[in-house]
């Protein structure tokens, strides 16, 4: 109600502004910069950890360093043994179905399970290489991932979520060799997390950089204010937690628990639910000044903030991936090696592992309604190829109150399916094995493997199904200067243009109203026109 | 015939009338940007400039419904058909052969029995709607506030075009028999002086 009282306010001036004007009238390449880590925040810690025993090293392996750090952060692995970070595993609420990347199969690189010791180079772990990963282990919890500050450790892309101990080649048979980092040196050095910890795998999804979620990449690791205004050092300088807050180590804010539409207001400790994750926690429901369009604060019933102020993603000077077929992998040039082709950009469009691709870069997002619940296709769920799959469809609608227009990225492409069991198919792609997708390309072998690692006996017939994967953008939100602009959505063919439920002027019209009404004046004007044509002409005769 | 000249619209009429008319011409270009016949000033534009022209607009007719009722004016619009058939056939006929104006105003009878109607028909018919449907969208977001939650924004909008376009038909004929008087230009005259000749 403040927005209707603020708006009757104003109108009212306009109102008495008219009453005294009667009377008065009588009538981007951020990745390399990683020695001033430390400018991201004030050094706040009471501890040096450079001063501690425990620290000394030297250490050979990560879950020696983790031990180090459990001697004071007794309740550390414990926390992280909680959180979805480590058990990759959610509930989803709605509808109970086991979701978290351990149990979606996506439209990128498909799923973990089978995969795991290329995956968890992303697992906050370390070991998980197959299905026998003791989740209770304090030791193989990784620390480092997340609070190193000296931007020296890196998880070996294919060990399981161990660092290299060795120097190691990677890719295998590029020549390149990946160094151990300096564990000592990094586990005196740990601090608070920040972009660069996160983005280690959030900015590196589905395979590299900027593959995957399309506002998210390593131009996000020192963004110019342009690009992102709340994590800008030229501007808030916000680390990934200072929105992704949470205690006890559990970060809030999640895809697969979405608050779509956040009305607890700006978050108040002790009030409301104590979480940063939605702009809404910070800005609350009114969030554009009284100064503004008052217009502008009435959409934020409808409109998630996201909509208009992240007006494309993927502008950082990254491509995102927006299509991925793996139907036409497979193909292997004159030496058995798989094929690699990059069009003029640098980009890979096709590669013989993986397929073709599509990317895209500053790209306009699509537009959907939102509640916040998502209903997964997961393995086991019907696919019977006719159609386009929906991997997460999600819920909502004009008329549901929790619904707001959010925008997506909408990821396309063919991935493997069992056309005997009816089922997305769960592939075997990498490892040393025979049955592995990447050493034989031989989709039946791999999804032979991949089926039988979640217990299910592949029917020897398989295909490809086109699917969709919606991926909401929250980041990357740029100056208000560069917000989605009125007539972009109120206009036809607009943004907006394919939301239905709601009127929106400038977009929606009664056609027949609008002809009727255009051929009645235009009558009108020819009538008077014709009648003072008559006028003149008997006039001018007379005289 | 000698020329006489009578003192028919007084100064707030004439403030009024040329006010109103800038107002309801703001509306409509601004009104059909917003609507998306054309782009002109940018719809955030046009949305904020129909709006302060909404608002000074019955701030207008606040004060001009007050006048019209304290000063008796409101008799002007009673319809009568006295002169009302003399007046079509004048509008048919007459006018292409100098046939006098069968319609002579006074002070006391400014508008000719056609006028009176039309005028009627914008102040009862075309303004009300215009002002209700234009209210209840400009407060759209208020509605579940104010218990309007089964109101549908299509409908709303739709009476808005509606009135719209009535208003511009007004406006068409109206500007156009604005050259109808005893001279092409004594109308205008006397909205610009008060003085018609008659």
Known sequence: ?543 | MEATRIYIFKRFERFWHWAQAALIIVMGVTGFEIHGTYSLLGYESAQEVHTTAAWLLIGLWVFAIFWHFTTGEWRQYIPTVDKLMAMLRYYLTGIFSDAPHPFRPTTLTKHNPLQRLAYLFVKLIINPAIWISGLLYLYYSAWPALGLDGLSLAAVAFVHTVAAFLMLLFFVVHVYFATTGHTPTSHIKAMITGYEEV
């Open chain 1, 1 to 543: 109600m403040r927005t209707c009282n603020t708006a009757i306010l104003r109108h009212l001036t306009a109102f008495l502004s008219v009453l005294a004007l009667a009377l008065a009238l009588g009538a981007g390449g951020a990745w390399a910069a990683t020695s001033d880590e430390g400018s991201e925040a004030p050094k706040v810690s009471t501890a040096d950890h450079s001063k501690f025993k425990e620290l000394k090293g030297p250490f050979g392996t990560g879950p020696e360093v983790t031990r180090a750090c459990l001697q004071c952060h007794t309740e550390a692995s414990k926390q992280l043994h909680k959180t979805k970070h480590w058990t990759w595993s959610v509930v989803n609420p709605t509808n109970g179905e086991q979701l978290g990347k351990r149990n979606i199969i996506n439209n990128f690189c498909g799923s973990v399970v089978s995969n795991e010791a290329r995956c968890t180079s992303c697992h906050i772990g370390y070991g998980w290489k197959d299905g026998k990963f003791d989740f209770n282990s304090e030791a193989n919890v990784d620390c480092l991932v997340c609070h190193d500050t000296t931007g020296g450790y890196r998880k070996f892309p294919a060990g399981a979520g161990h660092p290299a101990y060795v120097p190691t080649e990677w890719p295998v048979g590029s020549g390149r060799m990946m160094q151990p980092p300096d564990l000592a040196k990094v586990a005196q050095n740990v601090g608070p997390t920040s972009r660069r910890n996160c983005g280690t795998c959030h900015f590196l999804g589905g395979g590299g950089n900027a593959i995957k979620h399309g506002d998210l990449d390593l131009s996000l690791i020192e963004p110019g204010r342009y690009l992102d205004i709340h994590m800008s050092p030229e501007r808030l300088n916000f680390t990934c937690s200072s929105c992704h807050s949470g205690d006890a180590h559990a970060v809030q804010g999640s895809r697969y628990t979405t608050i779509a539409k956040d009305t607890s207001g700006i978050d108040i400790p002790g009030r409301t639910d104590g979480t940063r994750a939605t702009c809404e926690s910070c800005h609350g429901m009114e969030p554009h000044p009284a100064s503004s369009n008052s217009k502008l604060n009435e959409h934020t019933d409808k409109i998630a903030c996201a909509t208009c102020h992240v007006p494309r993603f993927a502008r950082g000077g990254y491509n995102t991936k927006m299509w991925w077929d793996w139907s036409t992998a497979g193909r292997l040039d004159e030496n058995g090696q798989p094929l690699k082709i990059r069009n003029g950009k640098g980009l890979e469009v096709y590669s013989g592992m993986k397929g073709d691709f599509a990317w895209g870069e500053h790209v306009i997002p699509e537009y959907r309604w939102f509640n916040g619940t998502a209903d997964y296709t997961l393995f086991g769920d019907t696919v019977d190829g006719s159609e386009i799959v929906s991997i997460n469809k999600y819920g909502g609608g004009p008329d549901d109150p929790d619904s707001r227009i959010w925008p997506f990225k909408v990821m396309r492409g063919k991935q493997p399916y069992d056309k005997g069991l009816q089922t997305l198919a769960v592939v075997h792609t990498f490892g040393k094995d025979d049955s592995a997708y990447w050493r034989n390309y031989d989709w039946d072998k791999a999804l032979q493997a991949g089926m039988a690692a979640v217990g299910a006996t592949y029917s020897g017939e398989m295909g490809f199904v086109e699917t969709e994967m919606a991926w909401p953008i929250t980041h990357m939100v740029a100056p208000k200067d560069d917000a989605v602009t009125c007539e972009e959505c109120h206009s036809r063919n607009g943004r907006l243009e394919g939301i239905e439920g709601v009127y929106m002027p400038g977009r929606d019209r009664t056609g027949w109203l609008d002809f009727l009404g255009w051929a009645a004046a235009l009558l009108a004007l020819l009538a008077v026109l014709g009648h003072g044509a008559a006028r003149y002409y008997a006039h001018t005769k007379r005289s």
